[in-house]
């Protein structure tokens, strides 16, 4: 069992920066691969950003490519999403994930959080 929480969201103005931040529960954190999504409202939940288990390998959407960067410090069951040049088409709510796989689907991933809210102001 894990249980994740998520910190760092809020307003930021568009071409500015944010770290989002991961805590997990549990000894078995790195066990898991972890993503990070994020919800618009109407729209459905997208793949943001994964990394394996060990950190060795990351995966991004197209979208955030060259701006976001997902990290994993094991020692501390926290995984992170450093958000820069943010763009007003990144407001959602960003959820992180734990997956016994690496990989970019929602239905794949056995843990979630909350969510925390970015809203980027053009």
């Known amino acids: 069992q894990v249980q994740l929480v998520e910190s760092g969201g809020g307003l930021v103005q568009a071409g500015g920066s944010r770290r989002l931040s991961c805590a997990a529960s549990?000894?078995?954190?790195?066990?898991?691969?972890m993503g990070w999504f994020r919800q618009a409202p109407g729209k459905e939940r997208e793949f943001v950003a994964g990394?394996?288990?060990?950190?060795?390998?990351?995966a991004y959407t197209d979208s955030v490519k060259g701006r976001f960067t997902i990290s994993r410090d094991n020692a501390k069951n926290t995984v992170y999403l450093q958000m820069n040049s943010l763009k007003p088409e990144d407001t959602a709510v960003y959820y992180c994930?734990?997956?016994?796989?690496?990989?970019?689907?929602?239905?794949?991933?056995?843990?979630w959080g909350q969510g925390t809210q970015v809203t980027v102001s053009s």
């Open positions: 994930a734990a997956s016994a796989k690496y990989s970019s689907y929602p239905k794949d991933y056995n843990y």
């Open positions: 990394i394996r288990l060990n950190g060795g390998s990351t």
């Open positions: 549990g000894r078995t954190f790195s066990s898991y691969a």
